[in-house]
């Protein structure tokens, strides 16, 4: 049987390429969402919320490089066009939010989306025994969840 060079099923390295595409154009409209929050947080809970959700974007920025590798590892090319990324993405642009309860559900939202995809990669990454891209969404929902349950603490949920 012909395999991928890193030992994978050539179509199952092209269905899990075209998922990690999909869980990357919703990674860069969250990306773009959590900068766009972190300009125009108003409100007297700035102070908090801003460095917060620097510290979210530098994060996702983080994981949309890996993401991007992995699909190159497994021999695919990511997506890098932002008009593909609208095309695809569940997430949705927000434009000029400034109310932090408003920011955060936002994030809340975007989390679950994301979630959900990585739960999904995990099944699919197993039943390919792709262990690198299942231990990185291993990674991401574990941390990710911890990160659900403080913002929504935050909402007061």
């Known amino acids: 049987m012909q395999t991928t060079k890193i030992g994978l099923n050539p179509e199952k390295s092209q269905e899990l390429a075209n998922d990690l595409n999909d869980l990357l154009a919703n990674y860069q409209l969250?990306?773009?969402?959590?900068?766009?929050?972190?300009?125009?947080?108003?409100?007297?809970?700035?102070?908090?919320?801003?460095?917060?959700?620097?510290?979210?974007?530098?994060?996702?920025?983080?994981?949309?490089?890996?993401?991007a590798e992995r699909i190159l590892t497994l021999g695919h090319a990511p997506l890098h066009a932002f008009e593909d990324y609208l095309k695809i993405s569940r997430i949705t642009p927000q434009k000029n939010?400034?109310?932090?309860?408003?920011?955060?559900?936002?994030?809340?939202?975007?989390?679950?989306?994301?979630?959900?995809?990585?739960r999904d990669l995990l099944s699919l990454s197993a039943k390919a025994e792709d262990e690198g891209t299942n231990a990185l969404m291993s990674d991401y929902v574990r941390e990710q969840e911890k990160l659900v349950w403080m913002y929504t603490s935050f909402l007061g949920s």
Request: hydrophobic share 40%; glycine share 4%; proline share 0%.
């Open 97 to 118: 939010v400034s109310d932090g309860k408003s920011c955060v559900s936002s994030i809340v939202d975007s989390f679950q989306i994301v979630i959900k995809k990585q």
């Open 30 to 67: 969250f990306y773009m969402n959590v900068r766009g929050f972190h300009w125009n947080i108003k409100g007297d809970k700035f102070f908090e919320l801003h460095v917060k959700f620097e510290e979210l974007y530098n994060d996702l920025v983080l994981k949309i490089d890996e993401i």
